[in-house]
């Protein structure tokens, strides 16, 4: 999962539903791996299949104008319920790179962060432009420029600045996880300690 992000451009996984839980996100029946190799095949596992186990033709997952879609935009309040890490492996999994939201709960946002997921948040605003431009064209396609902190409706050209942590930021374009980060600075670590000592 750990890929080094600069800037994005993809179609977009439309979910226009409001206060979408991680157990939405991934059920709680697949929580029992330590793991998070495997959870991608399960995202939205409820609403993908039927209950007989075939895929549900109405749902956006199984649509395929959207298969190769790496940017996932979800209604607002999105990740909200439990903290299970569980739910951003899954997103990561399936191949997300980004998800787009006018409102995220706050510890679901940094399990994104900590497995390479960019979380974008835009006003509520831009974000019902958004699926209005997916709706009207499902090859709509949307730019998230990291370095700039910018996210682009290439339908229509209107641009948004959304914040990050500097640090999560720097790790998410290095491809660094917050033990790679350590390792990193180890001799920097070294050195300030050295010099207390002196």
Wanted: proline fraction near 5%; glycine fraction near 6%.
């Amino acid at each position: 999962m750990k890929q080094k992000f600069n800037i994005i451009t993809s179609t977009c996984v439309p979910l226009p539903i409001e206060n979408v839980d991680t157990d939405q996100i991934i059920p709680a029946r697949f929580l029992k791996a330590t793991d998070k190799e495997g959870f991608g095949v399960n995202l939205f596992r409820d609403w993908c299949y039927l209950p007989d186990g075939t895929e549900n033709p109405d749902f956006v997952l199984n649509d395929p104008r959207f298969r190769d879609a790496v940017i996932l935009v979800a209604g607002r309040n999105f990740g909200s319920g439990s903290s299970r890490e569980h739910a951003a492996w899954a997103i990561a999994g399936y191949g997300f790179r980004v998800v787009i939201s006018s409102f995220f709960a706050d510890i679901h946002k940094q399990n994104e962060l900590n497995n390479f997921v960019l979380p974008v948040q835009v006003s509520e605003d831009f974000l019902q432009e958004l699926f209005q431009s997916i709706k009207d064209d499902p090859g709509t396609k949307v730019t998230v420029d990291l370095p700039a902190q910018t996210v682009t409706n290439l339908a229509t050209n209107r641009q948004e600045h959304f914040d990050i942590n500097a640090y999560k930021k720097h790790c998410l374009m290095e491809g660094l996880d917050d033990i790679d980060f350590l390792v990193q600075n180890q001799p920097k670590t070294e050195a300030w300690e050295k010099a207390q000592k002196e």
